[in-house]
């Protein structure tokens, strides 16, 4: 039940992302976990099935942050309502024009900073974040190198506009990324790390960039890796080219670039210039084996969960 | 014998500096390495003894790069005509009027970025660019802690006005640090590398920047080191510390920034607001072994070589 000030929402839809994993894990991190007995976070669509707060009614539709779960309350200055008329689905809010739309936008407008006729490469690069970073290299006028898993993943990059894409899963690997990055790398979005940091390593440029949102290849490693210890080859790296390392999480940026991303982001979707693909997991009780699947790349696309 | 539109000069002091270790290597970097048989490359201080140059007499003294060897030509566009009476050693355009010091201040300014009552800590602190950077941070506003090796340097950072000082080489050198940082560290300007690193990688606050323009640890290492490979750990910490690790070297900066150093730095200077240290081997036939006893860090200050 609502109080005063409070509405109930039937949870509809439920974004799975990378970064949950974190809260599933008591190692120090940005964010404190999620207890064990505690409601999952996670970003939603819910509806509004009880209103006791003004401006908000039965049937609205409002971006919340319900978590996994079918039912949550919030206050109204929590949730954003969203227009199911605008002529894009309600689910682009968690995903192109969300959390990971955002994500893309503010690493590469303000840490990677192509300039035009640059390579950027992005591996993940079938996800929300990686999609739209390909996509946002080629209208800021940059070349665009996408990495994913897997012949129908790299035909779909190539198919919304990235100019090569390269499949991390192929023997070839290695040769196929240097056949698609003649020039080098000026800027490559970290989100996976692994054998595809490997990679793209010693192809990286002098002044190249390296916006870091994840690490998707080692969430689930408890033990240090095997010898011999790389840090001064990197640091020697990040030297000798003069590289850009930068850690970023995309709420550092959203207070002063959101607003800008949504007004810019908004209309490219609707036009078509920035293309996006979702795939669904059918009710919260196939969230977890979902959840695990995205860690594995099974899935194709922002990933959501139909709740309801 | 210079020819027309050159000066002959007699190099009266000539600069020592790290970087210069990567020139007698054929590892890959930035610059290409000296040829076996060449002249090694260098900062000095020149003497003009023949011109058939306008603007440079006999007897001028002149900030040229002409490298280990007892007499230089040069254009005048390649050197800086220095003023013997303005106040100050001519020597301090090796130092802290010079690349070193300019080094620091590029740093610091332009990607360590500190603000009033952040830390900034800094190895080598008792060289040309660790004292500059220690200096430049109080003036700026920020907390100064230097690393260097012996009492003795320590004793010295204090006096110069750095707020803290860790002597690397103490058996408590990690406990030392940690209670000389007890807010943790906001810049971490890193020029050592090695053990140092290792004792400041897990005091590094969220958002930290890290202006990495040396790694003279490394030097001399021809093979990787023993793991674990702390890699991931550390591009792990960039992700959750939301860190920046930027590698630079000063010739990046000069064009835009050079300018706007001397002007503000040479007050300082005469003023002792920033004050230096400098120590000299003398003849060039020492050089090659105050070269190394540098990597050492046998040297106490600016290293010079007064060659006549």
Redesign the interface.
């Known amino acids: 039940m609502p109080r005063d000030g409070q509405v109930l929402l039937r949870t509809r839809y439920l974004s799975l992302d990378p970064y949950m994993r974190g809260r599933m894990s008591d190692v ?3 964010a404190p976990p999620v207890e064990v007995g505690g409601v999952m976070v996670g970003g939603t669509i819910g509806e509004v099935v009880e209103s006791r707060a003004d401006g908000l009614a039965p049937g609205d539709l409002v971006l919340a942050y319900s978590g996994w779960q079918r039912y949550g309350v919030a206050r109204p200055a929590a949730v954003r309502k969203l227009d199911p008329d605008a002529g894009l689905p309600v689910t682009t809010a968690l995903g192109v024009l969300g959390m990971p739309g955002f994500t893309a936008y503010a690493g590469l407008t303000q840490i990677g900073r192509p300039r035009p006729g640059e390579t950027v490469v992005v591996a993940a690069a079938s996800g929300p974040v990686g999609a739209t970073v390909g996509q946002l290299a080629r209208i800021l006028g940059a070349r665009a190198v996408g990495i994913a898993g897997g012949p129908e993943k790299s035909a779909y990059l190539r198919s919304i506009g990235f100019d090569a894409a390269v499949d991390h899963r192929s023997a070839s690997f290695e040769a196929d990324l240097a056949a698609a990055t003649p020039d080098g790398i000026d800027v490559y979005f ?1 989100n996976v ?1 692994g054998h595809v ?1 490997d990679a793209v390593f010693p192809r990286l440029n ?2 190249a960039r390296i916006p ?4 998707v290849a ?1 969430y689930n ?1 408890t033990a ?26 995309q709420n ?1 940026f959203a207070a002063s670039l959101e607003p800008e991303f949504l007004q810019r982001a908004t209309p490219w979707v609707r036009d078509g210039e920035l293309q996006y693909r979702e795939c669904f997991a059918e009710g919260l009780e196939n969230a977890p084996e979902a959840f695990v699947g995205m860690l594995e790349g099974h899935n194709f696309g922002k990933l959501l969960v139909r709740v309801s």
Chains 1, 2 share one sequence.
Do not use: N
Not at 238 to 243: A, E, N, Q, R, T
């Open positions: 120090p991190s940005y970290e790390g940091w002098p002044f870091l949102c994840g690490l080692h490693e240090p890796a095997a010898g011999p210890d790389r840090v001064q080859a990197l640091m020697t790296a990040i030297l000798k080219k003069s590289l850009t390392v930068r850690g970023f999480i550092e």
